[in-house]
């Protein structure tokens, strides 16, 4: 997690740095820190807080002219937020200024050698230990600043996005990434540093994005090199032209994030299938699935690796695959499938599913999977993210830059390319009639005018969200294709507005949870037509004869519901498989509301971070 940012060029650094650390405050944002050169000296500055507070504090404490600086924005690993373990760090000297994304591991006892040399630590952090090691070894050996990050790296254990800048060397700053990370962007007479794109957008579309295991000198008015960490090898820089534009990563017009990205659900569901899906001719065309045919239809199984809300869409995938396709799927948090010694073979094929392609579990799990021999297939958002390029091969969900902390489009794009998939093994397994076939293909491209329809609910949403803003618990209830949805239902609600919610599979409600129903409980069920209604009605009524409170999700037109629940919102009838995308809907916007009505900070709740890049 963290976001780093970097400058080094002809402008001013300051305004740059912190605009660019304003948008990766995704990443954390429970401290932030800056750096300037203003061509004599360095000026740090750095407090506890958001972004806002650390101008706010620049502003009394700083100069902030310059060209040439980097900035931090935090979610803490080792050591509390505070000012002192804020970064930038500087070494004992001050002549070393870094930045740093990860976590060393083995920093105890390089910290303990380094305090038998005489050096000095004022924060707890494991990043004041990396650029104290930097210095060492600059001064004991006599080292450029490139050549002692280098050898550092080689000593250090973890993992790290790093911009480190040498005072005594001022036009140049040396760049690595291992497990975390880094764009670096490259302009006319300019380079930028950052964990991802978005720092840079306005000002060039030309970026380099470092491999696990580079390292990259940057100087002013050179051209990068790049070079492997552990042998010294030179690589040659791929420069790729990026594909996001302002727009995308600017609020436009909406209060926050999350409710702009609810809103460009019906919009980016139809990038997610644009070109892949042709429901006239009835086919579904996606290049990394063609390409390795073979490999999902001679898989014993498919196994889905995942967090949080990715893995939620995974588990949609696995009713999916296993009714379309009929192939076995295992559903796995890739955090415990790394550490329990699963059986992989090379006859199973992985799915990792991430948004951001970062998620360091994930990442982890797929390359346990690839040591055992299996193929694995990524199912990423960001191109050309660490996940994607970990895996054999894999498809993008085209979403756009998802930024609000909690995942909305990047849910519903994941289920559209993950039924694509499931589609087309389905045609070539013949495991599905011609004529459904052709069914879904077609209510596959009706989805985003449905849930265009269903974001009609938001006032709906709001009502109901005013009636049970205050509620301690909550709980929420789907069955077969919706137990899924309940469970997502149920994350939003707790991430963003801090209450506890349980999902549950609604049948399984007798075997516990149902204690917890009283006059106070509400709770949501989403109970469409499709699917298992009947049972889900007795559901209802067996938390109603309880006196629960009843939200219901249900079909338009729906009357017996109606008749039971205390709150119905209606959402337009799709087919039991697909009515995830639209069921979904309304359980964003509820907690959206529920969330902006207690005044919490919805694009960045408390204790997380868009990009969980530490296991
Ligand atoms: C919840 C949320 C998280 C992520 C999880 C995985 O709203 O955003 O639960 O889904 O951290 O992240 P990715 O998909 O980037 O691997």
Redesign the pocket.
């Known amino acids: 997690m963290c976001g780093i940012v970097g400058y080094i060029g002809h402008r001013e650094a300051y305004p740059i740095v912190i605009k660019g650390l304003q948008r990766l405050e995704y990443r954390g944002y429970d401290s932030a820190g800056v750096m300037i050169y203003d061509g004599e000296d360095v000026k740090v500055c750095k407090t506890k807080g958001k972004v806002v507070d650390l101008e706010a504090k620049a502003a009394i404490e700083m100069k902030t002219g310059g060209t040439i600086g980097i900035g931090h924005t935090r979610w803490a690993t080792h050591g509390v937020p505070n000012d002192v373990n804020s970064h930038p760090h500087v070494s004992n000297s001050g002549d070393l200024v870094i930045i740093h994304n990860g976590i060393i591991e083995n920093y105890a006892p390089l910290k303990e050698e380094l305090i038998k040399r005489g050096y000095v630590f004022h924060s707890d952090t494991d990043t004041e230990v990396l650029v104290n090691l930097i210095e060492e070894i600059q001064k004991n050996e006599n080292q450029k600043l490139g050549k002692a990050v280098q050898i550092a790296l080689n000593q250090v254990v973890g993992a790290y996005a790093i911009a480190v800048f040498d005072k005594k060397n001022p036009t140049e700053i040396v760049a690595a990434r291992l497990g975390s990370p880094l764009a670096i962007g490259i302009g006319e007479g300019e380079y930028f540093i950052a964990s991802d794109a978005s720092p840079f957008i306005e000002y060039t579309s030309n970026a380099v994005y470092l491999e696990d295991g580079e390292m990259a000198n940057i100087r002013l008015h050179k051209k990068i090199k790049v070079r492997k960490i552990q042998d010294d090898s030179l690589v040659d820089p791929y420069i790729q032209e990026l594909q996001m534009n302002l727009e995308q990563i600017e609020k436009g017009g909406y209060d926050h994030f999350m409710l702009k990205e609810i809103y460009e659900q019906p919009s980016v569901i139809k990038d997610t299938y644009r070109g892949r899906l042709h429901a006239n001719e009835g086919i579904i065309q996606m290049s990394g699935i063609e390409d390795n045919l073979e490999k999902f239809l001679n898989a014993d199984r498919i196994i889905i690796v995942?967090?949080?809300?990715?893995w939620h869409a995974g588990l949609v995938a696995e009713y999916i695959f296993e009714e379309f396709a009929r192939i076995p799927v295992e559903v796995e948090y890739a955090s415990e499938f790394r550490y329990r010694n699963p059986i992989i073979n090379s006859r199973d094929v992985v799915i990792a599913?991430?948004?951001?392609g970062?998620?360091a579990d994930?990442m982890a799990a797929i390359k346990l999977a690839k040591e055992n021999g299996a193929f694995v297939f990524g199912v990423c958002n960001v191109v050309g993210s660490s996940i994607s390029r970990e895996s054999h091969a894999g498809a993008y969900t085209h979403a756009g830059p998802e930024i609000g902390?909690?995942?909305t489009k990047?849910f519903t794009t994941q289920i559209t390319v993950l039924t694509m998939i499931a589609l087309r093994l389905a045609k070539a397994k013949g495991t599905m009639s011609l004529s459904d076939f052709h069914m879904y293909l077609q209510e596959l491209e009706l989805i985003p005018e449905k849930v265009k329809e269903a974001l009609e609910t938001n006032d709906r949403a709001k009502e109901i969200a005013a009636t049970f803003k205050d509620a301690p618990n909550c709980l929420y209830l789907g069955r077969g294709y919706n137990f899924p949805v309940a469970l997502e239902g149920a994350?939003?609600l707790k991430?963003i507005s801090y209450i506890h919610a349980e999902g549950y599979p609604a049948a399984e409600m007798k075997h516990g949870p149902i204690a917890l129903i009283d006059e106070h409980m509400p709770v949501v069920v989403i109970a469409p037509k499709q699917g298992h209604y009947d049972k889900i009605v007795s559901n209802i009524q067996e938390i109603k004869s309880r006196s629960g409170r009843i939200i219901a999700i249900v079909t338009k037109g729906d009357t017996q519901v109606r008749d039971l629940a205390d709150y119905v919102i209606e959402i337009p009838e799709t087919s039991d498989a697909l009515s995830p995308l639209i069921t979904t809907i309304p359980l964003q916007l509820l907690s959206y509301h529920i969330a902006v009505l207690r005044e919490c900070n919805v694009d960045q709740p408390r204790n997380l971070a868009k990009?969980?890049t530490v296991e």
């Open positions: 995942a967090c949080g809300t990715s599913i991430s948004q951001s970062e998620t994930t902390v909690a995942s990047a994350l939003k991430e990009s969980v």
